[in-house]
């Protein structure tokens, strides 16, 4: 099974700073087979990148995906309140696709 | 407008069983891998299982193997989960989520519903 590692836990930072997420896997994956997902307080999972650096439907540029192997990474541009919640990064090149444990995103 | 809607959650005692539903609508579920993905109180998305477009195959975590069972009514555009020998460690919200219409296995889950919570309790 794969596991995906999220750091920080915790990232507290304020409106319009940058936000640096990292997903690192136990082993390596295709990058086409990553994820990443943002969870609002009360809310259902959104899905942002798909295949490591595409954004879905919807989903502004303020929002990007970079990595490869087993360094993947989730990058906010400018924080905006909105943007205050828990991200998840997915793997699915192993089926049922794996979650790692995420990382709060907190507006200061 | 894509929407997911489960339904049948509620409180169980530890041993029991109980199965949830989903209905979809917007979009055609006959052609999308559909999955179960659920989330305990305070905690991380755990995946519970997936299920092909036809419904004649599926992946289970391996921790829910032999408890759990997935189906699907294409038909009735409906997901099921069917849980047997509850325990309080299955307490959680329970999320359905769709894949692309590509019926390829391996896609995120690009639509999810709000969730049912199962409360496992005596």
């Known amino acids: 099974e794969i596991v995906l590692t999220q750091s920080p836990g915790i990232l507290s930072l304020s409106l319009g700073e940058r936000a640096t997420l990292s997903c690192r896997a136990s082993?390596?994956?295709?990058?086409?087979?990553l994820a990443w997902y943002q969870q609002r307080p009360g809310q259902a999972p959104r899905l942002l990148i798909h295949?490591?650096?595409n954004r879905a439907t919807g989903i502004p540029d303020n929002f990007s995906g970079s990595g490869s192997g087993t360094d993947f990474t989730l990058t906010i541009s400018r924080l905006e309140p909105e943007d205050s919640a828990v991200y998840y990064c997915?793997?699915?090149?192993?089926?049922?696709?794996?979650f790692g444990g995420g990382t709060k995103v907190e507006i200061k | 407008e894509v929407q997911l809607l489960e339904s049948g959650g509620g409180l169980v005692q530890p041993g029991g069983s109980l199965r949830v539903s989903c209905t979809a609508s917007?979009?055609?579920?006959?052609?999308?891998?559909m999955g179960w993905v659920r989330q305990a109180p305070g905690r991380g998305l755990e995946p519970v299982v997936e299920?092909?477009?036809?419904?004649?195959?599926?992946y289970y975590a391996d921790a829910l193997k032999g408890r759990f069972i997935i189906s699907r009514d294409n038909s009735k555009n409906s997901l099921y989960l069917q849980m047997n020998s509850l325990r309080v460690e299955d307490t959680a919200v329970y999320f359905c989520?769709?894949?692309?219409?590509?019926?390829?296995?391996?896609?995120?889950?690009?639509?999810w519903g709000q969730g049912t919570l199962v409360t496992v309790s005596s």
């Open positions: 997915q793997q699915y090149m192993y089926l049922p696709g794996t």
């Open positions: 299920i092909s477009s036809t419904g004649s195959a599926t």
């Open positions: 989520a769709k894949k692309s219409e590509s019926s390829s296995w391996y896609e995120p889950f690009d639509k």
């Open positions: 082993q390596r994956i295709d990058s086409i087979y």
């Open positions: 917007g979009f055609n579920f006959r052609s999308c891998v």
């Open positions: 295949g490591a650096s």
